[in-house]
């Protein structure tokens, strides 16, 4: 009869206990199933973040074309006027939702003071090279996802997948197709132009890397 109890005990303990090991496991299943699709949902809000960014500097990009064409515009005055009106919608943004400009923590002034030097100094190169060359070649250069994903990799570490690198080839190559940027090369003046987009997309990468640090 004890040994009988014994067993029943024995067996209650081991069904207890794989109980538990199944439930561990199916929370374990649920947190990564959920971490995957938190991380592809923020993945794809990066996407449109980017495409939209993309979109506004490239816009940005022909007006300032326009504008050397239409008049005698200096670079600085074109900086002058970006940096007010970014400044005027920015402030319009914190305003609404309560946010001072001033209230940053420590540990994330240094990234954030190079983003705001890096940002100046990258559109003010960016616009001096619109003076010397077609739009055409500084986007193949300034949104080059190569450069990027290199300078992430040696300065904070940041990887890509197989799939990324892959992507990033085919709309490189597809832009390049389109575009052909560089079969019509203007002597002294396209080379300064590509100087000062390789110099300017250099720079930027720094700003984007140094958000991305403040970001992690």
């Known amino acids: 009869m004890v040994e009988e109890n014994n067993e029943s005990r024995a067996n209650s303990v081991s069904s207890f206990e ?17 971490s995957q699709e938190k991380k592809g949902k923020s993945t794809l809000k990066g996407l449109i973040y980017g495409f939209g960014a993309a979109t506004c500097y490239g816009l940005l990009l022909c007006a300032v074309k326009e504008l050397y064409m239409i008049s005698s515009v200096t670079v600085f005055e074109i900086l002058y006027l970006r940096s007010l009106i970014a400044m005027i919608l920015v402030s319009f943004i914190l305003y609404g ?3 001072s400009p001033f209230n940053i923590k420590r540990h994330v002034a240094l990234c954030l ?6 940002g100046f100094l990258g559109f003010a190169t960016e616009f001096f090279a619109v003076k010397f060359t077609e739009l055409s070649k ?7 996802p190569f450069l990027t994903s290199l300078m992430s990799f040696l300065i904070i570490g940041e990887r890509v997948n197989r799939q990324d690198l892959l992507a990033f080839f085919l ?17 002294v003046n396209d080379l300064i132009g590509l100087g000062l987009a390789v110099l300017s997309a250099i720079i930027f990468n720094l700003g984007f890397i ?3 640090k403040v970001k992690s």
């Open 18 to 34: 794989s109980q538990m090991q199944e439930d561990s496991s199916a929370r374990v299943e649920k947190k990564t199933s959920e």
């Open 113 to 118: 003071s190079i983003r705001c030097v890096t």
């Open 171 to 187: 709309g490189v190559v597809g832009i390049a197709l389109l575009t052909d940027p560089f079969s019509n090369m203007k002597g």
């Open 97 to 99: 939702l309560k946010v």
């Open 138 to 144: 500084i986007v193949i250069i300034l949104y080059n």
């Open 210 to 212: 140094a958000l991305r």
